[in-house]
């Protein structure tokens, strides 16, 4: 029914220290360029997955758990060799878990981004059509000069000696392989090997020819690796929910999709930030603590019920009573159980209240593919699916001074307007929130002599960026052009391989600036019917290069849309809760 | 008698592939510059060592081998959080040798280096300088506002009770400590913590501050943790012997002691490289292979004599026979083996001849801080004691030309000069080598008017380089100063504590373009109590910062000469060796 996925990483930043990548008046677009500048050089390494299933006969969800150690092994030789970093505070913090670091270097996953695979791919098919089209020439080595080699005065008479031996095996019907005398040593070091020839008839070349395929399709899947589990969840239609996932998708598109792109992600599936929701009303109010721990022991109390889940048969069970945190799995785990307490609660606001709440349910809807965004003041998430909120900011200056002040100096400076808050920028920058957006003026007016600081309204600071940035594009417009070039052509590109299909737009990254909008939930239609309506959000739409991936999907969603038809008894949302649901445009 | 050491990596090079790291005519300046810029990212992370002693009455050498697992884990909030890069190449070549990358990343031992030693040294004699000068404030929390803490009204009845407690404890003189009553909520959430106020007489007083002193040195010496052990090592005044050992030594004073300088290292210590001696007179000419695994099977066999080496007693032994290569342990006891059969073998030439030549002997030295240059045409090492070697390069063409071209491109271009060696530097440029120098002039002189390519001669390349970097250096002068200022301030600089001598110099790098020179060898002496003079050698100049950390050194070196005497007799060398031991200028 749905997915539950969390990643460990080598590292979270290779810059400013994490409370100076995560400033409390960043913009959806600022923190999306900082943590891809900053974070992207560390290592998925442990990729935790957990399917939930919902048994409607036992009215309980059965659940398994795959931990994936991931590491770039190189293929061969001409594959990539893949640099990350490691940062210690994080590998010393898994050490802590018990985190098993042989796993990853020695047993980890391979895998490929879609350009590598399709290089990878087409290294396999340019060796075959060498090989098919070459016809009677197949016995020049590939890349040999065309020209005859002229054989040396001291191998004449042994390369004579083997052509004669050739000649005598293709008129002799009765031989079916010979094998011809090993080089002497001054044509091959290597005495122990030899060369046979055998005589096949079509189908055996066939038969050889085609196991040959098959096996170099098996190194290609070996070599794609765990990218292609990861293929298999965006495709998959089915909701992917995670904890604070904004730097698990992308972690997850920069490792097996492609670069990611400047301005923004989109995806073209459905996510569910168990943080924001947790964050977000009804559970604002009643959720002290949403870090993933914490959350998931106030799920178990009222007014929450913990959720029935078992272990399906063969797969191990986690005990939320012995915590072993941090095992990608385990984290996956707890956030399912989050989620299905969460999406339970609000079953309770319908009328007839009900206790199983589905993935499918458009009560959840509200939530998808909006990703929390830690410690941003006023803006609670990054909207996958549409223009990202603009929080008034009109009680925030913007601060510049000498880089030995400090926190202290600026509540000195600021004496005389009472509260304030500060968000330090860098060394010598810093956001300052007033409690009353009418002293802001006051502020800029007073400090207009200042020599050692400088004090400016958030909207001028916005401005004034903004035109900078429009200045420094036209000052490196040739070298800019230079780079959007490189990037096109490192971008990934949809393709269709005779052997799969593949939805490139799933779980990817797009550059362009406009995404797709959604519209705004305008009313709950008070039926759990509508449940009939999700389903359709599930596949793609038809005209989407995805849709032909999801054959089976369609089919297993149709089967599902009876069943519900048939067991779920229609239900009315109370109007009060019509508002309850929908997420705040501002914290 | 002397020290092994080999290093492991989490990575060799994070910017171009290793052949184009290492160009074949790269100056030493260039590779050091090279290997400084994309080698030291890269985490040092585990350290072998071998200690040899010779047992001259059994005629063997006693080993001790030792394999550290080194890991920056951060000692405390304010230390520095490293990060580090891995390879993808290394670390799956380490994983199939069976490194436990678990035994790194979970219980290597920390680091710091010299500036972050002192600084941690400095916080702690602050705090300590804090606690003892308050005196009679010293119940003012360090950082604390110095003004009246106001009593918000609900807690004044608490408050009022805890002082009428400590003033009647005061005034009793039989109550020897008193328990505060825990604070309530409002206070303080962690009710299980509260104050015990303890009387002490002086004498108690100071043996608690003694206490927590000790506590702290432990503490910052487990904070310096591997790097005391890369101290003692480079101030035992002992040969430390490596096997291609540049990148080892790069690491070691980067990792342990300061950023590397720009332009060159300089060690006061004898360092000795055995694949540079494996190259070298009398060994290039019987020895094939250089690589460790390929020298050390070579030495077992005649002319060489496999030593006599055994572990001492609870050491574990390592088995030759059953490879363990690339354990850094085991590297550094087969070049320790390597070392002792080629320096016997040095006692072949002397007359009567000798078995052992023992690590101090004169017949080594012209060995001594010459560090192996992988893959460089002319110029077999990197000196440390002296200006480097300048080959004649009168034959060596630039070549810039498009980056399309291959090169089979470059091979006939010059199919006019016969033999040509081609050195690629990047896409669009290389060093082509000709057979005859007299050829160049003519190659530059047909090549005038080309349009696609252009070529000069190697001085030409030089020339232009060196003015290049001039003209570049005052463009910039400004930020170039800032560099200098920055560079100044984070570079170590030598410093005495109480507790501990420190021997700065040594294995240390410093950015002073001119370096200690080395008289070359003129002639041998003949005389094998000439290792009397050695002995002066291990000691330091007494004029040095270092002299006064070898106190035992000395005494030690004087007892060993005097045994020296009474062992060893005299012996001449023959007159045909004194050529044969000199390292040459050109390969």
């Not at 981004?113 to 016995?139: H, M």
């Amino acid at each position: 029914d749905f997915l539950a996925i969390d990643g460990e990483f080598s590292g979270i930043s290779d810059g400013p220290s994490v409370s100076a990548l995560t400033n409390g008046f960043d913009t959806p677009e600022e923190r999306y360029q900082k943590l891809k500048k900053h974070s992207m050089d560390f290592l998925l390494f442990q990729f935790g997955l957990c399917t939930f299933k919902y048994d409607h006969a036992e009215e309980k969800y059965i659940m398994k758990s795959f931990n994936f150690y991931i590491f770039p092994k190189p293929f061969n030789r001409s594959s990539p060799d893949v640099k990350f970093v490691c940062q210690s505070s994080s590998i010393d913090f898994l050490a802590n878990q018990g985190f098993d670091f042989n796993k990853v270097f020695r047993n980890g996953i391979p895998y490929l981004n879609q350009e590598e695979e399709r290089q990878l791919r087409e290294q396999y098919d340019e060796k075959r059509s060498q090989a098919n089209g070459a016809g009677s020439l197949s016995y020049i080595s590939p890349n040999a000069t065309k020209c005859p080699v002229s054989i040396p005065e001291d191998q004449k008479k042994f390369i004579d000696k083997v052509v004669e031996q050739i000649e005598d095996f293709l008129k002799n019907e009765e031989n079916e392989s010979l094998e011809l005398e090993p080089c002497t040593g001054s044509v091959s070091k290597i005495k122990e090997r030899y060369i046979v020839i055998s005589k096949v008839n079509e189908e055996e070349r066939k038969r050889r020819e085609q196991q040959k395929q098959a096996k170099e399709q098996e190194e290609l899947n070996d070599a794609v690796g765990f990218s292609r589990v990861v293929h298999a969840i965006a495709n998959s239609g089915k909701l992917v929910i995670g904890h604070n996932m904004l730097l698990d998708v992308m972690h997850t598109i920069h490792q097996f999709y492609c670069p990611l792109p400047d301005v923004s992600i989109s995806v073209q599936m459905m996510l569910l930030d168990t943080k924001l929701m947790a964050s977000t009303q009804p559970f604002k109010e009643i959720i002290n603590n949403t870090s993933l721990a914490e959350l998931e022991k106030r799920l178990k109390e009222v007014p929450f019920s913990p959720p029935k889940v078992e272990s399906a048969e063969g797969f191990p069970s986690y005990d939320t009573a012995s915590e072993q945190l941090h095992e990608a799995g385990y984290d996956a785990y707890i956030t399912g159980l989050c989620f299905i307490s969460m999406a339970n609660f609000l079953g309770s606001f319908l009328s007839p209240p009900k206790n199983h709440v589905s993935a499918r349910s458009k009560l959840i809807e509200p939530f998808f593919n909006k990703l929390f965004l830690m410690r941003v003041m006023d803006i609670p998430y990054l909207n996958l699916e549409g223009p990202d909120l603009q929080p008034k900011r009109d009680h925030v200056l913007h601060v510049t001074f000498p880089k030995e002040w400090k926190t202290s100096d600026l509540y000195q400076l600021f004496s005389a307007f009472g509260n304030i808050q500060v968000s330090w920028i860098d060394d010598t920058s810093a956001f300052v929130s007033l409690s009353q957006p009418e002293q802001v003026q006051i502020a800029v007016n007073t400090s207009r002599y200042a020599e050692s600081y400088r004090i400016q309204t958030y909207a001028e600071y916005v401005e004034k960026k903004h035109e900078e940035k429009q200045a420094k594009r036209k000052c490196t417009e040739d070298s800019w052009k230079e780079m959007e070039r490189k990037r096109l052509k490192t971008q990934c590109t949809p393709y269709v391989s005779q052997s799969r299909y593949y939805c490139v737009n799933s779980f990817t990254g797009t550059s362009t600036l406009g995404k797709r909008s959604m519209s705004p939930i305008q009313e709950e239609t008070g039926s759990d019917d509508m449940e009939e309506g999700d389903v359709q959000d599930l596949e793609c739409d038809p005209t989407d290069s995805c849709a032909e991936s999801l054959p089976d999907g369609k089919k297993r969603a149709k089967k599902f849309k009876k069943i519900k038809k048939e067991q779920v008894p229609a239900g009315s949302l109370t109007s009060s809760s019509t508002e309850i649901f929908e997420v705040p445009e501002t914290w």
